[in-house]
């Protein structure tokens, strides 16, 4: 996926039609709770050779309070701030009218990239209405016609140039990984910078408040929160300067078990979440103080710990706690007995609402991220595994002990060591993990996915695997 495309627009005209026909099927949308804003389908659409995602939204209305209707609208410009490009479609046949002049001035003023479209442009009907489009100020209008199909290579040609521009940038924006070590380079940890900002995800289950830590951090109400579960969609970037520190921080939805995840739009969602930790730098996995780690709760902080990410696991509502300090006595206990890969990562009390806890989390943050980022040189490692190996011999499978000859690290982001061995397929998991919990305390690692690798010495006896050959052709040449 390239870019996203949000339809936005008045009720009725026509955008769950051409919805349904870029996705290429209908998306209906499911929602059993009454008064919840749910009303933005996600798919993915494609346009000739062109991929990319595309939002359908609740029709523009006039209402601003709190009403249902209002609500709508300001999921609607949430949409409108959260897509690439927005696709404006006005009905042909009817004109422009007062309320799309004033959608119009919004996306103006809100938009990234505006497509004016006017639907429903078949037929001479249309020809006064596509006319009156350009009084928008918008540029030159899309004749189309989503029940029919026409205007479709049009748009074609519209979006491809957009879209190899977004590819670009997607591909700035994604997090340095698994950066290869150059021995002779100086160790420096480099700031983010604003051209180049720490990037971070907020993660956990549904109604844990992630949202909400969001719009405290930022300052203000820049994400739609709300006592319902499940309100945010897709994962969205806000860019912020956090006390000096310039950081894109991604807000996810919530990520339910598999088994309770049926709507094809949260399946859509959950996917979108999974996609912005690949994208993150650190991942902040956030509990409730009421229900923590729970099972769903452990594969979120396992998938980030597998994906290589530097992780903080945030505790919210935590002004709500009543006896504090025995119960994160329970949450430590607890965070090391079911996450020991995690062994070390920093466990932070925060509460969303009331904005206690977020210098800590900030710190906790930037901590991790050095440590992500954190270099040894191949001197202090070899005196290291030195030690270890004197403390702990390696096992003796078939009474030949696998040797340790040297280590070295070989990336960052996260750390990963190489050690040259004899036999490394004979090496048991347990001696990697001595020594990778090793490295975590004598090397001040705590919490941050470290990659251990063993492997073959390169210069090996050349004869090691030649078949000797049998003793009658032995005498032959005698």
């Not at 409730?288 to 729970?294: G, K, L, M, N, T």
Request: net charge positive; proline share 5%; hydrophobic share 40%.
């Amino acid at each position: 996926m390239t870019f996203s495309l949000a339809i936005v627009g008045r009720p009725n005209v026509g955008k769950s039609t051409l919805f349904n026909r870029l996705v290429g099927k209908r998306l209906a949308l499911v929602d059993n709770q009454p008064g919840v804003t749910r009303d933005l389908r996600e798919g993915q659409a494609r346009l000739g050779d062109l991929r990319f995602t595309v939002i359908d939204t609740a029709g523009l209305e006039e209402a601003t309070d709190e009403s249902l209707r209002g609500r709508m609208r300001k999921l609607t410009e949430r949409a409108v701030d959260m897509a690439d490009v927005c696709l404006f479609m006005i009905d042909a046949r009817i004109g422009v009218t007062p309320m799309d002049e004033i959608f119009a001035d919004i996306l103006r003023k809100r938009a990234k990239v505006v497509i004016l479209g006017a639907n429903k442009g078949e037929g001479f009907a249309a020809d006064e209405g596509v006319l009156e489009a350009w009084n928008l100020g918008l540029g030159e209008p899309l004749r189309l016609s989503a029940e029919h199909g026409e205007g479709m290579s049009e748009l074609l040609t519209v979006l491809m140039p957009l879209a190899d521009d977004f590819s670009e940038r997607s591909k700035l924006e994604m997090a340095e990984t698994d950066i290869n070590i150059d021995e002779h380079e100086e160790e420096i940890y480099r700031l983010p910078m604003r051209m180049k900002p720490l990037q971070v995800a907020v993660v956990g289950r549904p109604n844990a408040g992630k949202s909400t830590l969001i719009n405290k951090i930022s300052g203000e109400d820049r994400l739609l929160t709300g006592p319902e579960a499940g309100i945010t969609r897709d994962a969205i970037s806000l860019q912020i300067d956090w006390s000096g520190v310039p950081m894109r921080v991604f807000d996810t939805a919530g990520m339910r078990k598999r088994a309770k995840v049926q709507e094809k739009l949260e399946k859509l969602s959950v996917g979108d979440g999974l996609r912005a930790v690949k994208f993150a730098e650190v991942v902040v996995v956030l509990l409730d103080a009421e229900i923590p780690f729970e099972q769903q709760d452990l594969r979120i902080a396992d998938l980030a710990e597998r994906e290589g990410r530097a992780v903080v696991i945030a505790v919210n509502k935590w002004d709500v706690e009543g006896e504090k300090q025995q119960k994160l006595k329970k949450l430590k206990e607890a965070f090391e007995r079911l996450l020991p890969q995690l062994r070390g990562a920093p466990l932070i009390t925060v509460s969303a609402k009331s904005g206690r806890g977020l210098d800590r989390l900030k710190e906790a943050i930037m901590r991790a991220h050095d440590v992500w980022n954190r270099r040894i040189t191949t001197a202090q490692l070899n005196r290291w595994l030195s030690g270890m190996v004197e403390a702990h011999p390696p096992p003796a499978p078939n009474g030949r002990r696998v040797k340790l000859r040297y280590m070295t690290q070989v990336k960052t982001r996260p750390p990963g060591f190489v050690v040259m061995c004899s036999n490394p397929d004979k090496m048991p998991e347990s001696y990697s993990r001595y020594l990778v919990n090793g490295m975590r305390q004598d090397f001040d690692m705590p919490g941050t996915p470290i990659r251990l690798y063993m492997r073959s010495q390169a210069n090996q006896n050349p004869y090691k695997d030649r078949k000797k050959p049998a003793f009658s052709k032995l005498k032959k040449h005698l």
